[in-house]
């Protein structure tokens, strides 16, 4: 037999049909990923037809993007931004409902964003596809599923007949050679990963992470790096499993348990991809030499090491990127006057993620004119992070210490800039107004962020002073 | 044009270029617009923050304001259009403004799946076509689907490939949920033989 890849053994073992010249293949989804925002026009569709959600214990609903981060006692509604945010969150409750899918909403302990839920429990696995209706899919590859984003359209599909019409990708696998230094995050590595590929470097790809720099990264550190592949345009990230990963599903309610786990395990023990298995392109980065990274443009590609100065344009669009966020080729990022920090989204809104930016902020305060958000991955992290006092570290600090959500990553809760301010967040897209009309994002790792809450500006956590320190 | 009942067949139309790279799905529709529960009506949002300022004034300076989009039905685009969310109210709001066809050396993946479902051709132009149409705004162009083909008159006339099923579809007006349901049998034996 012919040496496979990791992503190859997925998407074999999912085939119903293969593919033909006239049509795609029809690959089975094992778990199927739901929120309020790309889901009502595709429940629409089965109600219009009919249909019912073929396996709804493959399916999974949350809501992350549209629900408010601000505290409201029990039995209030919701301080949401504005109706229609309303209207969809209870068009998502009321479709779930009726088509028998489990909902973790205001009630459950376990709701939050619904890249980071899935994999706390256990309900993302090694070998499985899985798909949402959120470009951010590829969070799960960090286990070795085979995940992706779709369209509403393609929502509706998998509602209703658990599969999707899907092309065979391409393949790519980028090794990170070496260990990379103490200071370098997850979150650096993926930023350099995406400025060597490009922002289109990986289109029409699903990418397998490889090296030691990989491996030695904890899960929540593997969920960074896959989470953002689709910035470098690939439909998917992977990373092979090993025991971390299982040591880190078991016991999880979703995991297998007793004999079914022993078997599940023997099973995922196979899917690496195997020596001498073939890819399209083959991409090396030395992660020896990385360093703290940060973005300086209006694409995810523009990345540059903390003290590295602002390329020159590369082309027109460049020209007008640097314009925008006010930057200047030739010169460094650093002293930057910083508005916002947000700390938080399906990039970096995990436990481990909380502690770095506690890290720097114990002891320390939020600059004055500086408004800097917290804002937990789920509502098991915000209690994870309670119980060990990281609340009590942001909230000393001056940072708002908000519930869970998709937050000032995407701005549609009301969570979000004003027109010119600058903002340091550890979320994945720099594009024009994401944060807010206007408002200019500055993407970078949990500990450059809090760093640059202290200081008022960009800089180097490294050179924080201890005189910082109160 | 000669668009059918049935599905798409051939365009005649003016191109509309926004030579800018990478247009990111969030400046198509801002994620602000996103809490809809319906497909419909989208166009008046699309490029938003391009066409109205912060408190919501119409830019004058911006021509996508006084655009006759009935001329201009071919958005020519700079490279990697459509990167980003995968949110398909970006193909929703192009199409209810009344564009129905993107070309650009370089479209992103799941905007490209998503567009050739709602009634938008994605046209991936080689790098001499594309450079070609960047530099000469507002010219008329053909599209036939069938033989994909375009027709740049004057200009570097090519032909560009397109995925066959999501060709069927487009023509044909195939519904691709008809198509899985279809499958059924096979969906189930599969389950069954892994369970």
């Not at chain 1, 505290?71 to 509604?77: N, Q, R, S």
């Not at chain 1, 001056?398 to 998709?406: D, V």
């Not at chain 2, 004058?60 to 006084?66: H, Q, Y």
């Amino acid at each position: 037999m012919s040496p496979k890849s990791l992503f190859e053994k997925v998407w074999d073992a999912h085939q119903v049909v293969g593919e033909t010249p006239d049509a795609p293949a029809v690959l089975y989804i094992d778990l199927h990923l739901v929120h309020e925002v790309t889901s009502p026009q595709a429940f629409a569709v089965l109600n219009e037809r009919g249909l019912k959600v073929r396996r709804p214990e493959r399916t999974l609903a949350t809501m992350d993007h549209s629900t408010p981060t601000l505290d409201f006692a029990p039995g209030e509604t919701p301080p949401y931004v504005n109706e229609a945010a309303r209207k969809q969150v209870e068009t998502l409750e009321v479709n779930t409902a009726a088509h028998g899918v489990q909902l973790l909403g205001w009630n459950s302990d376990n709701r939050g964003v619904v890249h980071v839920i899935g994999p706390e429990l256990g309900a993302t696995q090694p070998g499985m596809t899985i798909v949402c209706g959120d470009s951010h899919t590829a969070t799960h590859g960090a286990f070795g599923a085979l995940a992706f984003g779709i369209g509403t359209t393609e929502v509706s599909h998998v509602l209703a007949t658990q599969c999707l019409l899907q092309r065979k990708p391409k393949s790519m696998r980028v090794t990170l050679r070496g260990r990379a230094p103490a200071n370098v995050s997850a979150k650096d590595m993926v930023l350099a990963v995406i400025a060597k590929l490009g922002v289109d470097g990986g289109t029409g790809s699903v990418i397998e992470y490889a090296g030691e720099a990989i491996e030695a990264l904890d899960m929540e550190g593997r969920m960074t790096v896959c989470n953002m592949s689709i910035e470098a345009g690939a439909r998917a990230g992977m990373i092979a499993p090993d025991e971390l990963t299982f040591a880190y599903l078991k016991g999880r309610e979703r995991a297998p348990q007793g004999a079914a786990w022993d078997a599940a395990v023997a099973h995922w023990r196979t899917l690496k991809s195997d020596d001498g298995a073939q890819f399209d392109k083959e991409v090396v980065i030395d992660a020896t030499t990385l360093k703290p990274m940060l973005t300086w443009g209006t694409a995810p590609d523009t990345g540059i090491a903390v003290d590295a100065a602002v390329p020159a344009a590369r082309h027109a669009s460049d020209t007008k990127a640097a314009q925008y966020m006010g930057v200047t080729p030739g010169e460094s990022l650093q002293g930057l006057k910083v508005n916002q920090v947000f700390v938080g989204s399906c990039t970096n809104g995990r436990l481990s993620d909380l502690r770095a930016a506690a890290e720097v902020l114990r002891g320390r305060k939020v600059a004055d004119d500086v408004r800097m958000l917290i804002v937990p991955g789920s509502k098991s992290v915000r209690d994870a992070a309670e119980a060990e006092g990281l609340h009590d570290v942001f909230q000393a600090a001056g940072a708002q210490w908000r519930q869970p959500g998709c937050s000032m990553c995407i701005a549609m809760n009301g969570d979000r800039g004003e027109p010119g301010e600058l903002i340091v967040s550890t979320s994945n897209r720099n594009f024009e107004g994401r944060q807010g009309p206007g408002a200019r994002t500055v993407l970078a790792s949990p500990a450059m962020a809090a760093a640059a809450a202290v200081a008022g500006a960009i800089i180097d956590p490294q050179t924080l002073s201890e005189a910082a320190h109160v | 044009m000669s668009e059918t009942a049935t599905g798409f067949k051939s365009l005649s139309s003016r191109t509309y270029v926004m030579a800018q790279e990478n247009i990111d799905t969030d400046q198509i529709i801002p994620a602000r617009f996103l809490t809809t529960t319906s497909r419909q009506g989208l166009g008046a949002v699309v490029f938003h923050d391009w066409r109205y300022e912060s408190a919501g004034a119409v830019k004058e300076d911006e021509p996508l304001n006084s655009l006759d989009v009935t001329a201009h039905r071919i958005l020519v685009a700079g490279r990697n259009f459509g990167c980003g969310s995968s949110r398909e109210h970006a193909p929703w709001a192009l199409a209810d403004f009344g564009f129905q066809a993107v070309i650009s050396s370089e479209i992103a993946d799941i905007f490209r799946s998503n567009a050739a479902k709602n009634g938008i051709l994605p046209i991936v132009a080689p790098k001499a076509a594309h450079d070609w149409l960047l530099a000469h705004d507002d010219v008329e162009v053909t599209i036939d689907l069938d033989a994909q083909r375009v027709d740049l008159g004057n200009g570097p006339s090519f032909e560009f490939d397109i995925e066959p099923f999501a060709k069927h579809c487009l023509m044909e007006g195939v519904d691709p949920l008809g198509f899985l349901m279809a499958r059924m049998d096979d969906i189930a034996q599969f389950e069954a033989a892994r369970s």
